[in-house]
């Protein structure tokens, strides 16, 4: 994807929602045209309570009877979407995603954007360090603080783990590093006739902490860290969702490059 684009999108968080401010290249406000972009973002999981529960199967192979999760935040360093000619792209600035546990879908933002058929939107899960924070406000760099400790994360998982109905917190941190394209298919139009539309990311935590023949995972278990990471990666999908019910209107491709691992650099 070019690097080269028309306008960048800088994210203000506010509560419940965050505000964005288009900026053109030579850094003077472009005016958006009549046509709009909404982002949101959909959580789901096998229950209401956000828990998971080891299988008869994997009864005396799992660590723990069930993972609790309280509070899941992820990194995107961007997020981007493309034209199908390239002359009207957008990418954003860095971003923390707070998840809304119960499932209630979470509107990002809205980006003014020109007429155009757009024909694939990109967003890159990556770790951050604090040269790549100068862009943001002072109050949303401090949404990253606990992104900055040592080890430096991407992906923060928090929760309880039971063993014999006692209780432990965890904190899984991940250093994942992928950058995930998805082509929009069929293209996403904005026109006089369609002036508006919608793009969700979707999080299905589901699978996190299940290994390959559905066996909880352990998160405090180290031999772990590569099995979970890649679920957490393989959990992302991006689609068009006009009516904003979580579901996908059209069926998408999408294709993803792993950057990197878990480590810190």
Avoid at 7 to 31: E, H, K
Avoid at 51 to 78: G, I, M, Y
Avoid at 143 to 162: H, M, N, T
């Amino acid at each position: 994807m070019k690097r080269t684009m028309a306008g960048m999108l800088r994210w203000s968080f506010i509560p419940a929602m965050m505000a964005l401010v288009l900026y053109g290249c030579n850094d003077s406000a472009m005016q958006p045209t009549a046509g709009s972009i909404s982002l949101s973002l959909q959580y789901s999981a096998n229950s209401p309570r956000t828990a998971l529960s080891k299988n008869s199967a994997d009864a005396f192979a799992a660590a723990v009877d069930s993972l609790q999760l309280t509070r899941v935040r992820v990194v995107l360093s961007k997020i981007e979407l493309e034209s199908a000619n390239d002359s009207a792209d957008f990418r954003t600035t860095p971003m923390v995603l707070d998840l809304d546990l119960s499932g209630a879908m979470q509107t990002l933002g809205i980006m003014g954007v020109p007429f155009g058929t757009y024909s694939e939107v990109e967003f890159k899960i990556h770790r951050v360090d604090s040269t790549d924070l100068t862009v943001v406000s002072p109050d949303e760099q401090a949404r990253f603080a606990d992104f900055l400790l040592y080890p430096r994360a991407s992906i923060i998982v928090e929760g309880i783990a039971y063993t014999n109905g006692c209780g432990q917190a965890f904190a899984f941190r991940s250093g994942l590093e992928a950058e995930q394209e998805y082509e929009l298919t069929p293209p996403l139009v904005v026109s006089d006739a369609n002036p508006t539309a919608n793009i969700t990311i979707s999080i299905n935590s589901s699978n996190w902490f299940r290994d390959r023949n559905g066996a909880l995972l352990d998160p405090a278990d180290f031999n772990n860290q590569d099995q979970i990471s890649g679920n957490l990666k393989a959990s992302f999908k991006v689609y068009e969702d006009d009516d904003r019910d979580g579901g996908d209107d059209d069926d998408h491709g999408g294709d993803d490059d792993d950057d990197g691992g878990d480590g810190d650099d």
